[in-house]
Structures are given as C-alpha cells and as structure tokens.
C-alpha cells in the first residue's frame, strides 16, 4: 500500500510539474514554423476552394478559415464583426480585419497596418486537364505571411501601437478590397502609420544580396529602416519592380493614395523568379517554405521595433 501511495504522489508531482511548465510558457518562445505556413497555403489554395475568385463559395471558405484564424490568434474586430463587406459587380464581397490594440496609453491610437490579398482568379487557361486556377503564391502565400504575424503579436502582446491584420478582397477585379477599407477608414479618421502589405513571397531570389523587395524603394525610408531595425539587410531594391511600377499593383497603393504616408509591398517576386503567375500550376507544392519562414521571421523584429519607437521614424521621402 505504501508502494501504491508513493508511486501516486510521484504521478501527481510530475502532472503538477508538466502543467506547471506548460503554464510558463513565454509568449516570446512562440516563433514561426514552415509547417503552419505550408497548412495555411495548403487550405487557401486546395482545389476545393475553386481558386477563391471574388463573390464564390470558394472565397467565403477562405474568409471563414482567416476569420477562425484571428478569433484563435486573440484578434478583435475593428468592426462590428471581423468582416468589412463592400459589393463588387452586385456580389457580395468582404475584407476580414483583425485588431490588436497597443498596450500604450498614448501610442496606441496609431495603427500599423499589415494585409495581403486572399482572393485570386478562380480559373485560368487549361493545362493537362487543370483549369483552377489555385493562386499559392499570388497570393495564398501573402495571406499565410499576415496569419503568421497576427498570430506572433496576438501571442506577444507587446505592441505599443496598434495593428490592424487585414486580408483583401477583390484586390484581383482591380484592388478594389483594399480601395474600399482605405476610404473607409480615411473617412473615419483612422489614425495611420503605415500599411505594409505582403504579397507573393513564397519562392526567392537566387541573386541578389537581400530577401525580399519592397516597392515604392524611393518613396519612403521604410527599407532602410527596416534593415537598420533587423540588424541585416532584408529589405532590397529591384529594377523589374520600378521598370513595372509594381508599387501601384497591389492593395499598399490604395492606402498611400488615401492618406500619403508610407504603404509599400514586401514582396520576394517581381516576375522574374517565377513562371506561374496567374497559372493553373501555382500550386502550394511549388513554393519554398523554408524561404518563407525565412523571410517572416526576418521581417519580425524589425515590425516590432516599428511598433514601439517613440516617434514616427518611417517617413515619406523629400521629392
């Protein structure tokens, strides 16, 4: 009987000791794995989604999983509900926002605004009997980036400034998403930072000296600035992107034109490194998800000290 009542205290001690273990686990050992960003890209871009064109049953599937994602992450909504709905061509459509107050009495009327487009085109010219068009990394894999991040800060809750985790719709009709929330929210006397947005960052450079690109490079300091924050240079500038002027085809230019601050797209894929865009093989398979994680995880520190610095430090640039 002794025996039974000493093995039972040792059984109680070592669930009392893992709990208690468990219980301590710092928020700031939370960090990005390849295999939570390769599920989310998984789901976003399965063919049972139908490649997640605006105003299908594919997108509100999308909608649904980021939705459940931020609830789980400890995200609020901005609104009343997690869902900013506009229309587009008579189909109901929808942005899905996610808040994060800052924990400074003053600097948390800021924002920091950080999206990434979560729709695509539905279908696309057939190949081999394909014809979804399933958008992995234009841009299940932006979204994969915001998801990553929301959940990083919802775990840290270290920020001073508030961020507000978007994903957009209908960015593929025409940016027309991130037109929508930018005027909104301009009209509502949104207090902003600056928006970065993530966009096609699953596969990556093979020559160049940096991880990813952000476009708009001259129009703001934010490259330096998030490098000098990283400690390495991260942040680079490409010709395909200025000679495109990529910074006016995705979902930042909506916001730089409604508040002319900053807004620029970090992205690993001016075209150049890539041979899907738009096609019916931009699979989740074809992307590097250690890259990725690479990437996010590089970007981190320095959206964290964006989030704490006293001042504004990122700034347009003189013209």
């Keep these: 009987m002794k025996n039974i009542i000493t093995v039972l205290v040792l059984v109680f001690l070592f669930t009392a000791c893992k709990t208690k273990v468990n219980d301590t686990l710092k928020p700031e050992d939370y960090t990005v794995t390849s295999q939570e960003i390769k599920d989310i890209v998984s789901f976003l871009a399965d063919d049972n989604l139908k490649g997640r064109n605006t105003g299908t049953e594919g997108i509100n599937e999308a909608a649904d999983y980021v939705e459940s994602k931020f609830k789980s992450y400890g995200l609020k909504p901005y609104f009343d509900t997690f869902r900013d709905h506009f229309t587009v061509q008579d189909m109901d459509a929808y942005n899905v926002v996610g808040y994060l107050e800052g924990n400074d009495a003053t ?184 890259h990725m994680v690479n990437l996010i995880n590089s970007i981190i520190p320095g959206l964290e000290k964006m989030t704490n610095t006293p001042s504004k430090e990122i700034v347009l640039n003189e013209n």
Excluded: W
Aim: proline share 1%.
């Design 107 to 290: 600097l948390k009327d800021q924002f920091i605004v950080i999206g990434a487009h979560y729709d695509h085109i539905g279908k696309s010219k057939i190949v081999e009997n394909d014809s979804i068009a399933n958008g992995a990394n234009d841009n299940a894999a932006g979204t994969s980036g915001v998801l990553a991040l929301a959940k990083y800060f919802g775990a840290k809750k270290t920020n001073k400034r508030s961020l507000l985790f978007v994903t957009f719709s209908a960015e593929e009709k025409g940016l027309l998403g991130s037109a929508h929330l930018a005027k909104k929210l301009k009209d509502n006397n949104f207090n902003m930072y600056t928006m970065i947005n993530l966009e096609m960052i699953g596969v990556p450079f093979k020559d160049r000296d940096y991880i990813a690109f952000v476009t708009g490079y001259d129009v703001s300091n934010i490259a330096d600035k998030m490098n000098d924050y990283s400690g390495k240079k991260v942040i680079g500038y490409s010709e395909v992107s200025k000679k495109y002027n990529l910074f006016r085809q995705s979902d930042n230019f909506a916001f730089y034109k409604e508040f002319n601050l900053p807004c620029h797209t970090i992205s690993s894929c001016d075209l150049s490194n890539y041979d899907y865009y738009h096609h019916v093989d931009d699979e989740a398979d074809k992307l590097d998800y250690d």
